[in-house]
């Protein structure tokens, strides 16, 4: 479980860089993994100031995204795992921009939302985005990650 902010200021979006096992590094929704027994609101509000600096505040649910991803195991079946991401919509209340040391970002800046396309990026600020735009009743994305076809239907 993660919870993520969709901060927009103006014609703006605040991202962080995330930097994979690979080495690759691709912008992303300030947020991340909740502690044990940790609030979502709460996760969500930690994980902005460690990621950019800003103190934030929620101001809406947005939604939530699950993933679902499967990998080969030598010696049993496909290993799976389900991520729940909870977006919100987050307001800045304060504190200054920087860069994380020593976590899984190394930068974070504010981003023109018509420059986002061309960004190198992971789907989940494409779907932040449009939670963010359409704001769907049911809180899903039309762009949430479909269903894992290697997956057997309760898998």
């Known amino acids: 479980m993660a919870a993520y902010a969709v901060c927009v200021r103006g014609d703006e979006i605040l991202l962080a860089r995330w930097v994979a096992g690979d080495g690759s590094r691709l912008w992303t929704l300030p947020g991340g993994g909740m502690d044990h027994g940790e609030e979502p609101a709460r996760t969500m509000v930690r994980e902005v100031e460690e990621e950019t600096g800003y103190a ?53 800046a504010w981003h023109p939302l018509s420059a986002v396309p061309g960004l190198p990026r992971v789907e989940l600020v494409d779907i932040g985005l449009d939670l963010w735009r359409e704001r769907p009743p049911t809180g899903r994305s039309r762009l949430s990650v479909p269903r894992d076809p290697t997956l057997p239907p309760n898998g």
Do not use: K, M, N
């Not at 809406?60 to 290993?79: E, H, K, Q, T, Y």
């Open 56 to 108: 934030a505040e929620p101001v809406a649910l947005l939604g939530i995204d699950s993933v679902r991803s499967s990998w080969p195991r030598r010696f049993a079946g496909p290993g799976c795992l389900q991520g729940l991401r909870i977006v919100y919509e987050a307001r800045i209340t304060g504190g200054e921009l920087r860069h994380e040391t020593g976590g899984s970002t190394d930068l974070a």
